[in-house]
């Protein structure tokens, strides 16, 4: 099948034949001319010869004639003879006049002529002398003059030349004859010619004309069955197809499109296309509010809209656009997608979803928590195989959570509804939170966990829980590629100007494969492993988009002397003239010169649920205090540069007890005897007891403010209930509940400082108890969403804090309940000494 259009007949071929016929008929008709000027001349000459051959003969017989009148004359003596002689020459004299006339401008030679004339003239005179001599002698001397015989003489020269003449003038008129005749019968032939070539010409055209006649029904017939094909196919075609012109009106639908709005074709055609749809709405022409510009449509491809059934019912629909150029102008071609069946099997996904959600987080979470809290046994009751055992099955649970969210994260991926809460967080913060939440992880593969991170903070837009997901993904893939004592580098970074932050992982791995590298942070990809490599190959694809929502950027790259490394650069926030704000969390300060003992100590309170940032000098904490309100300092008195105790005195002097309590921390020996008028509320000494500085810890934050809540709890599944009251023993009171009926009583018997709402139960939503949670003041009381569902941001907006079940450690949820009342509490005393 030939694609190429037809080609524009060229105009300078039938330029050329329309100059060219014209001049070979005018060159036609001049040669004609010319060969008819020609053919006539002969004509005429050999009329003139004719003629002159009888003016010759008549010359003869004339001058004869004279002669029997002169001689008559002598013999008879009769006057009358005299006139008729005189009549004769006369003739004559006329004759040879017209004579000359004739022989002039004639090819024939006139010397004959001449002599004739000559002759004549002579036998004339000769006549004429007779006739003086019989005046003048008598009639006897005229009769010896004419016996003489001088008269016969000139008479039978005369009529020898005559003859000479005749028959000269009898050759050319022959040959002129001859050529006439010649000439006429070419003309004959080529008037036959003409005749021929215009006959031939004739049904040249004729067969031209037939032929484009035929052609031209034959186009028709083809344009009409290309019409029928089209016509065929638009109807054969299961999708509704609409043809829209220039000005936005329908030209044409198909029998799917028919069906669908339920309309004729005929009751659609040159209607405004806003009559089923109202897709471009807006000013200006249908096709700039539609987005066509230079030719290209800006998108073809709208999804989730609604089109106008007859009935006024509306369906919903997926258009694909299309443009189709014709002489007219630019036509849309829509072709619209029944979406109906799609929205049922996406509500049949989404029920799936919130069944995986529900089913497999709410146990898993379970299951999570009992591991923990039997690892954080703080009276190490168990053995060091069972704790191994414990371990090793939190970390799979572990991984099984990261399974199932990487799989739900997709899918909001795909529907769009994955989405970030941003904030101002401290990125260093971040970085380090996912380092203790990851050692265990990197010691497990017997690998080493290093970190490049300094002191100072990084404060960033971001979504805290979202980019500690990236870097967790990132160090689990190094983890993986890593060996035995292989090290793994967690490092944070600015860049000259100040104005991006770059976190990156690096491996001692054998690096990334070549043919793998295009395709990395493609949906379920794995390297050179396939099915049996380790993961989903969802890790990094998911990554990407939350850094991508971060307005940043994730990469990797080559590191000198082998391995991988993964980064990710996020914008920084400008620093600005900003009012410290108070952190609302039980937030502590870390100032440790020893890493070791600083990331013991993280992890330690870290699993309790507080907020921990660690600084390793005197300067770095001056910064952090200055920049974020902390609970509680936690000082090292060994500190590289600065005394422990004036750098107190120093901190106690800007931030009162009730602001910050200060704990000392300090190695056995240390003098501990001089004069401490900081309200220090304990002293640690090293090594470090976790008991000790758990009690420690929770003794300090009635001098910051916080106080032990009451806590209603509201889950339909039992051991969710157990384990969150095992994990908040010591910090709350626990109200639990499976049911609202169960909850709404608790209430009414007494009022809790917070609670804590499953959103799906068994028996109706959790978030119906909201309008019911109020104080005895009309309050409303704080509220925690703990749920294996997502939440939508409209509702996340009514309540103080969400957490998703399989996204939050026990730490999170008691860390969470902290800052919740600590917020509350400090909002209502504000107003209540207002």
């Not at 003739?91 to 002039?104: E, K, N």
Request: aromatic share 4%.
């Amino acid at each position: 099948m030939n694609s190429k259009p037809p080609r524009p007949p060229r105009p300078l071929p039938f330029l050329l034949l329309a100059l060219t016929v014209p001049l070979i008929l005018a060159g036609l008709l001049f040669w004609l001319g010319g060969e008819y000027d020609r053919w006539n001349g002969l004509r005429m000459d050999a009329e003139q010869s004719a003629e002159r051959r009888v003016l010759l003969s008549g010359i003869l017989s004339q001058m004869r004639a004279a002669e029997s009148a002169q001689r008559g004359f002598v013999i008879t003596h009769d006057p009358e003879f005299t006139a008729r002689y005189d009549e004769w020459r006369a003739r004559i004299t006329a004759s040879f006049v017209t004579a000359d006339r004739l022989y002039q401008g004639t090819s024939v030679p006139g010397t004959n002529f001449a002599r004739l004339r000559d002759t004549a003239e002579a036998k004339i005179a000769e006549m004429d002398g007779v006739i003086r001599l019989y005046a003048a002698a008598g009639p006897v001397a005229a009769s010896r003059r004419v016996a003489d015989g001088e008269g016969k003489r000139l008479m039978t020269r005369l009529q020898q030349q005559l003859d000479d003449i005749i028959a000269d003038e009898q050759s050319v008129g022959d040959a002129r004859l001859s050529a006439y005749r010649a000439r006429t019968d070419t003309l004959q032939r080529v008037m036959w010619i003409l005749v021929a070539l215009s006959s031939l010409s004739l049904a040249l055209a004729l067969l031209g004309l037939w032929r484009q006649r035929v052609a031209q029904y034959h186009g028709e017939l083809n344009a009409f069955d290309a019409a029928q094909r089209n016509e065929t196919i638009l109807d054969s075609t299961i999708d509704p197809i609409i043809i829209v012109n220039p000005s936005g009106s329908i030209e044409t639908i198909n029998k799917a499109a028919s069906r669908m709005l339920g309309y004729d074709p005929a009751d659609l055609s040159r209607r405004d296309f806003d009559v089923i749809s109202d897709i471009a709405p807006g000013v200006g022409s249908f096709l700039d509010r539609i987005g066509l510009v230079d030719g290209e449509l800006k998108m073809p491809y709208w999804t989730d809209r609604q089109v106008r059934h007859q009935n006024g019912r509306l369906l919903p629909v997926d258009i694909a656009l299309g443009v189709m150029t014709l002489p007219d102008g630019d036509h849309i071609v829509m072709s619209l997608r029944d979406i109906v069946q799609r929205k049922r099997i996406e509500r049949l996904k989404d029920d799936l979803i919130s069944t995986v959600s529900h089913e497999l987080r709410t146990p898993l979470t379970s299951i999570v928590g009992a591991l923990a809290l039997l690892r954080l046994d703080v009276g190490n009751r168990l053995d060091g195989e069972s704790a191994g055992l414990v371990a090793i099955a939190e970390n799979n649970a572990q991984r099984l959570i990261r399974l199932i969210n990487d799989m739900l994260d997709i899918d909001r991926i795909d529907s769009g509804k994955l989405r970030m809460t941003l904030a101002p967080i401290d990125l260093h913060h971040v970085v380090m939170r996912a380092c203790e939440d990851n050692g265990g992880l990197v010691r497990a593969a017997h690998a080493v966990l290093d970190r490049a991170v300094g002191d100072d903070p990084v404060m960033i837009q971001g979504d805290e829980e979202r980019l500690l997901q990236v870097i967790t993904n990132l160090m689990s893939n190094a983890v993986k590629a890593s060996s035995d004592g292989h090290h793994v580098t967690v490092g944070l970074r600015q860049s000259g100007d100040g104005r991006r932050a770059t976190v990156y992982v690096d491996d001692q791995g054998p690096g990334i494969p070549d043919e793998f590298r295009s395709r990395i942070f493609g949906r379920f990809e794995r390297a050179s492993g396939g099915e049996t490599a380790p993961g989903t190959g969802l890790g990094l694809a998911i990554a990407r988009e939350i850094v991508s929502q971060h307005g940043g950027e994730l990469w990797f790259e080559d590191r000198p002397g082998g391995g991988t490394r993964f980064a990710f650069s996020l914008p920084v926030m400008l620093p600005v003239a900003l009012p410290r704000i108070r952190s609302s969390e039980a937030s502590i300060l870390i100032c440790e010169s020893n890493p070791v003992i600083a990331r013991m100590l993280q992890s330690q309170l870290s699993q309790e649920g507080y907020s921990c940032r660690v600084v390793s000098s005197a300067r770095a904490a001056r910064t952090a205090i200055a920049a974020n309100g902390y609970n509680i300092l936690l000082l090292d008195m060994a500190l590289d540069d600065a005394d422990a105790f004036q750098f107190a005195r120093e901190v106690r002097r800007v931030e009162g007890p009730h602001e910050l309590s200060i704990l000392m921390v300090a190695a056995q020996g240390d003098d501990i005897n001089a004069p401490l008028p900081l309200d220090l509320v304990d002293w640690i000494d090293k090594p470090i007891d976790p008991e000790r500085l758990k009690t420690a810890i929770a003794a300090s934050f009635p001098s910051s403010g916080i106080e032990r809540p009451t806590v209603l709890h509201l889950d339909d599944d039992q051991d969710t209930l157990e384990i969150t009251a095992s994990a908040l023993r010591g910090i709350a009171y626990i109200l639990k509940a499976t049911t609202l009926e169960e909850a709404r009583a608790l209430i009414r018997v007494e009022t809790p400082h917070l609670a804590i709402l499953d959103v799906h139960l068994e028996k109706g939503l959790g978030l119906d108890l909201l309008p019911e949670l109020v104080n005895d003041q009309g309050v409303a009381i704080p509220t925690i969403i703990y749920s294996a569902h997502d939440i939508d941001m409209q509702i996340a907006g009514q309540i103080d804090a969400v957490l998703v079940k399989s996204r939050t450690s026990l730490p999170d949820l008691k860390a969470t309940v902290r800052r919740v009342f600590s917020t509350r509490h400090a909002k209502t005393g504000g107003e209540e000494g207002a």
